[in-house]
Antibody, heavy 122, light 108 residues
């Protein structure tokens, strides 16, 4: 079945960097744009970034712009999020999610992973 | 950035009741509004996209309507599994894609 599994979460010190991974299975990963969305404890959803199905375009939310990189390895069906200069405001559950549209990005997320928890604390 | 405001913040209802949730945009999003459901400890689930289109596998009791700045999600008859938090999301003006703050549906 269609599945996304995030990993790489944990406790990180302020100022450090993280790399999250998202392993995809059950669908042709290279045909779909992919998003990262995060949710701070007890809060709503915040869109983090998107990468086109072929990696040609990437866009980011304001709060991570300039210190994040979304990348993908289509040969290994894996999505990544690098986030630098961590602060307490980055504490959240991070979800990877598939875009609804094949060979394009329309900005709706129709398949979600279970999330990985990131805590930024000294 | 388009701000989405959902109301009410919390609703307490009983199974079998009909419920309408509201989402208002700070500027027109045409029909490019989606609804997601999130249960405790779970990832969100896409319910409705482009205002009124049900996503794959979503029961017919869920329906969406609206355009421009005012949208509603209606559940015609609440099932026990429908008690959750519901978020709206716009995709017309990005980056960033933005979400509403959510409406929590509680069992009365």
């Amino acid at each position: 079945q269609v599945r996304l599994v995030e990993s790489g979460g944990g406790v990180f010190q302020p100022g450090r960097s993280l790399r999250l991974s998202c392993a995809a299975s059950g669908f042709t990963f290279s045909n779909f744009g992919m998003h990262w969305v995060r949710q701070a404890p007890g809060k709503g959803l915040e869109w983090v970034g998107v990468i086109w199905y072929d990696g040609t375009n990437r866009y980011y939310g304001d709060s991570v712009q300039g210190r994040s990189t979304v990348s993908r390895d289509n040969s290994n069906n894996t999505l990544y999020l690098h986030l630098n200069s961590l602060s307490a405001e980055d504490t959240a559950v991070y979800y990877c999610a598939r875009d609804r549209m094949i060979f394009g990005v329309v900005g709706n997320m129709d398949v979600w992973g279970q999330g990985t928890t990131v805590i930024v604390s000294s | 950035e388009i701000v989405l405001t959902q109301s009410p913040a919390t609703l307490s209802l009983s199974p079998g009741e009909r419920v309408t949730l509201s989402c208002r945009a700070s500027q027109s999003v045409d029909s490019y509004l989606a609804w997601y459901q999130q249960k405790p400890g779970q990832a969100p689930r896409l319910l409705i996209y482009d205002a009124s289109n049900r996503a794959t596998g979503v029961p017919a009791r869920f329906s969406g309507s609206g355009s421009g700045t005012d949208f509603t999600l209606t559940i015609s008859s609440l099932e026990p599994e429908d008690f959750a938090v519901y978020f709206c999301q716009q995709r017309i003006s990005w980056p960033p894609y933005t979400f509403g703050q959510g409406t929590k549906l509680d069992i009365k």
